[in-house]
């Protein structure tokens, strides 16, 4: 794959820094059509785990300077098979699990049908689905109302501004999920929140961005599945 060559032959400078997004492979709740949000009873399918295979093989030959994963398991368990594929491997000590690349909060709808949301929450899925940067959770725990979008737009800004001053002249991967990858990719180039659905990433899905100082950043790969050789799900989160 052309873009593959790119990567692995560019010499990126000093005030330049590439990210590979990978989404986890399916999960027990994609295959179960339930909402997961940033819930962590979810576990990669045996499918999953092939998918998540296929990756790394694909991936092999790529230098990764830095590996940074989502707390959840699911994602957990994509990174472990993916790095059990790949040559050069990444030095341990470069690889960072982190809260801020936790899928969407969305507490009153973890491990619900889908179904079962669209029945029960219909005027809050309308809501979720057509204005996304308005759509306000209340969190069963606490009893507290939040805005699930607009939070982790910023904890998307809150994970560039930590992250990317760290690796000039280097090449970092990012396992995460559907959500929070779109909302990386959407808060790298200032698009709105309320453009939040129109962004899809697959389960093991390639995105690929370089960021350049002082310059716009570029999209090099957006959701590539072209190493994926079984049929591939698209899924909510």
């Known amino acids: 794959m052309s873009w593959k060559l790119e990567c692995d032959r560019e010499k990126l400078t000093p005030q330049e820094t590439r990210v590979i997004l990978v989404r ?34 694909f991936l092999s030959g790529l230098t990764i300077d830095a590996l940074y994963v989502s707390s959840l398991r699911r994602a957990q368990a994509t990174a472990r098979e ?15 699990v982190t809260q801020q690349l936790r899928e969407i909060d969305l507490p009153a709808w973890h491990g619900l049908y889908h179904q079962d949301v669209w029945e029960k929450f219909a005027e809050d899925y309308h809501c979720w689905k057509q204005h996304p940067d308005r759509f306000v959770m209340v969190d069963p725990h606490t009893n507290q109302a939040f805005y699930p979008v607009l939070d982790l737009y910023a904890r998307s800004n809150q994970f560039w501004q930590d992250t990317l001053p760290r ?61 994926l050789t079984t049929e591939f799900l698209i899924s909510n989160v």
């Open 167 to 227: 690796h000039g002249g280097e090449t970092i991967m990012l396992v995460s999920h559907a959500g929070t990858i779109r909302s990386l990719i959407s808060t790298a180039f200032n698009l709105s929140p309320a453009d939040y659905h129109s962004l899809r990433q697959s389960n093991c899905g390639i995105s690929v961005m370089k960021f350049s100082q002082g310059n716009e950043p570029q999209l090099e790969v957006l959701n590539y599945t072209g190493h």
């Open 82 to 96: 993916i790095l059990a594929q790949m040559n050069p491997s990444i030095d341990p000590a470069n690889i960072h």
């Open 24 to 57: 986890h492979g399916q999960s027990s709740f994609n295959a179960e059509g339930r909402y997961q949000g940033s819930s962590d009873g979810s576990v990669l399918t045996d499918f999953g785990r092939q998918t998540a295979r296929q990756t790394g093989e």
